[in-house]
C-alpha cells in the first residue's frame, strides 16, 4: 500500500455573547436614573434663577419707589424747616421748633442718602444676573389689574386638585 497522507487544516473561530447580560442591563437604567436626575437638577437650577431675578427685579423696583418716597419727604421736610425758621423770624415761633424742623430735614436728606445707595446696589445685583445694566426699569401701568380666570379654567384647576388630593387621600 502507497504511503498516503492526509493532512487536514482547521481553523476555528469562537465568539460568545451572552444573552442575558445582567451588569450592562443594570448600567443601562443607572445610566437612566442618572439622565432623569441631571434633568431635575437643571429644573431646579432653572426655577432657582427665575426666583433670584425677580427678587433682584422686584429689589430694584422697590428701592426705586423707596427712593421717590425719600426725595418726598426731603422735600416736605425742607418746607418745614424754611416755614419754621420764618415764624422764629416772626417772633411766632420757637428756637425748638425750627432746630427740630432743620433736624428732621437732616435726617430725610440721609435717608435719601441711603435710598439711593440702595437703588445702586439693587441695580447693580440685577445687572450681575442680566450682564448688563438696565437701561430702564419695566413696570405695570398704576391701573393694571391680573385678568380673572376663565371659568373653564377654573374647572380644570378644580379638577387638577381634586384629582391631586384624591391621589394623596386627602
Known amino acids: ?25 443594570g448600567r443601562f437604567k443607572l445610566g437612566r436614573v442618572q439622565a432623569d436626575y441631571a ?34 419727604q426731603v422735600t416736605a421736610y425742607d418746607e418745614q424747616a424754611r416755614r419754621a425758621r420764618a415764624f422764629q423770624a416772626r417772633g411766632e415761633g420757637t428756637l425748638t421748633e425750627a432746630g427740630e424742623a432743620q433736624a428732621l430735614a437732616a435726617l ?9 445707595d440702595k437703588l445702586t446696589t439693587a441695580r447693580d445685583a440685577l445687572a450681575a444676573l442680566i450682564g448688563q445694566l ?14 380673572p380666570l376663565e371659568p373653564a379654567e377654573r374647572v380644570r384647576l378644580r379638577q387638577i386638585g381634586d384629582h391631586d388630593a384624591v391621589g394623596r387621600g386627602l
Open 108 to 116: 430725610g436728606r440721609a435717608e435719601a442718602l441711603d435710598a439711593a
Open 39 to 72: 434633568r431635575a437638577v437643571f429644573g431646579q437650577a432653572e426655577l432657582d434663577l427665575v426666583t433670584r431675578l425677580l427678587e433682584a427685579y422686584l429689589n430694584l423696583a422697590l428701592a426705586h419707589d423707596v427712593l421717590e418716597l425719600a426725595n418726598a
Open 1 to 25: 500500500p502507497e504511503d498516503v497522507a492526509q493532512g487536514s487544516l482547521q481553523r476555528a473561530l469562537q465568539l460568545r455573547q451572552p444573552l442575558y447580560n445582567a451588569e450592562a442591563i
Open 134 to 147: 438696565p437701561s430702564a426699569l419695566p413696570i405695570l401701568p398704576e391701573k393694571w389689574q391680573l385678568p
